[in-house]
């Protein structure tokens, strides 16, 4: 073994003795996870596109977009104990079949009575709502599904993050092709129709679970309030988990401000809109082959470190950017930038999957995911103003510092020390119920 690896083959799933290894319900998943991605990519590009078309307004298309992003925080925050209490499979393939309903009904009533902007807003606000536990509900199969497979933690989650950054990486491309080629309206449809091919996929692919391993006594199920109240207080109490959310707050509302950032800077530097596709895809190709790389070799790496290094990595290009670069040199610091990030969600999800029980993973999943989001609007707000009165260079220069401080709080944070020990996942204050399924 390497300097500096970890032997974790206790935390590595393994085989059921006299199961069946088979990869069908992980193929299942990643499949499923894959195409609703992409359509949710597809999305982004088409229903603005489809308001533009059919009001005009710009305004309304900021609305809708706004539509889209809130929701996702608030399922992440309330939706939690649904996901717990429906159990992982089902409700992925309720949230799915719930995604096409509202999708589908965009086009459909447009082109029969009628789409008042009200409604429009109204159904993006209750497709991103009821998608956000979707997410979730796969994120927790993740482990169900790794071990008939033979796959560790480390793998899956790699590879998950890869398939899932892929989807994302195609599917708005893709989208303004076939807006081009057969109009938004028919985008929505087909849009729509990846949230069913999801749902089948789970539906068929990954099997209900066989029984149920109940940990509260019958009737004594928490209240609603009690279970969201139950996973911030499991995330609170786990240092390492805490802390980890709070790195990744932070890095999103940083990341915000270069979502703004970029397309000033492709205009203002480089005079394109191609050179703003290009930075923001080499990086997302990056962080694909980073995460596969993950998911090949991270099960013999130290967490910490790939964690650490990575933010760190993912630094790079700030202060290469701040130069002003040719386009070739900024694409390459964007590449390698992304393929040091590529790992972190990986090392995050593994440790995540690892140390929240079985029964609870969507209420804590569903409060990181929503701190992970709550961040992002504040620096896109932050954004415009910081590059109007401190200049572009000076915006990129201090928002790259910011990050490294985070990267060097990453190496030295005590709290971060135990992502390499043996998870003792332990029983919440008041343990969850067990659903019948995934």
């Excluded at 930075?279 to 980073?290: P, S």
């Excluded at 993912?314 to 040719?326: C, S």
Aim: aromatic content about 8%; glycine content about 10%.
């Amino acid at each position: 073994m390497q300097q500096g690896s970890v032997d974790r083959a206790s935390l590595t799933p393994v085989k059921s003795r006299g199961s069946v290894r088979t990869r069908v319900p992980l193929v299942a998943m990643l499949s499923a996870d894959a195409i609703s991605m992409a359509g949710n990519a597809a999305a982004l590009v088409a229903i603005p596109w489809f308001v533009l078309q059919t009001t005009g307004s710009a305004s309304k298309t900021g609305i809708t977009a706004a539509a889209a992003i809130v929701p996702v925080i608030i399922s992440g925050l309330v939706g939690g104990p649904y996901v717990d209490r429906l159990g992982y499979r089902r409700a992925s393939i309720v949230a799915d079949l719930a995604s096409f309903a509202a999708v589908a009904a965009i086009p459909l009533l447009h082109a029969t009575v009628g789409l008042a902007f009200w409604q429009l807003v109204l159904l993006v606000f209750l497709g991103a709502l009821l998608d956000a536990p979707g997410v979730t509900a796969r994120a927790s199969m993740l482990p169900e599904v790794a071990e008939p497979a033979g796959w560790s933690l480390e793998r899956v989650s790699g590879a998950a993050a890869a398939v899932s950054r892929a989807a994302r990486l195609a599917g708005a491309p893709i989208a303004g092709v076939l807006i081009a080629f057969v109009g938004p309206t028919n985008v929505l449809w087909i849009d729509a129709a990846t949230f069913l091919f999801s749902a089948a996929a789970i539906a068929v692919g990954v099997p209900p679970r066989a029984s149920a391993r109940p940990v509260r006594e019958e009737g004594a199920r928490a209240s609603y309030v009690s279970e969201i109240k139950e996973g911030f207080a499991f995330l609170y109490e786990r240092r390492a988990l805490f802390v980890l959310t709070i790195v990744v707050t932070v890095t999103n509302m940083l990341d915000a401000v270069a979502i703004v950032a970029l397309p000033v800077y492709a205009i203002r530097v480089y005079g394109t809109a191609w050179s703003l596709g290009l930075m923001i895809g080499v990086a997302a190709a990056g962080a694909v082959l980073g995460a596969l790389a993950y998911s090949a070799v991270g099960e013999r790496l130290s967490r910490r470190r790939v964690f650490a290094w990575g933010f760190a990595g993912a630094t790079i290009w700030y202060p290469i950017a701040a130069m002003f670069p040719p386009l070739g040199v900024m694409l390459a610091a964007r590449g390698v930038s992304g393929l040091a990030a590529g790992p972190i969600n990986p090392v995050i999800d593994t440790v995540f999957l690892e140390r929240v029980p079985d029964g609870m993973r969507g209420r804590v999943f569903g409060v990181g995911n929503a701190a992970a989001w709550i961040a992002m609007p504040l620096g896109v707000l932050v954004a415009g103003p910081a590059i109007e009165t401190l200049g572009l260079r000076a915006t990129l220069l201090a928002t790259g510092a910011l990050y490294a401080v985070v990267a060097a709080l990453t190496i030295w944070a005590p709290s971060l020390a135990d992502l390499d020990r043996p998870a003792d996942v332990g029983a919440p204050s008041s343990d969850p119920v067990i659903p019948d399924e995934y």
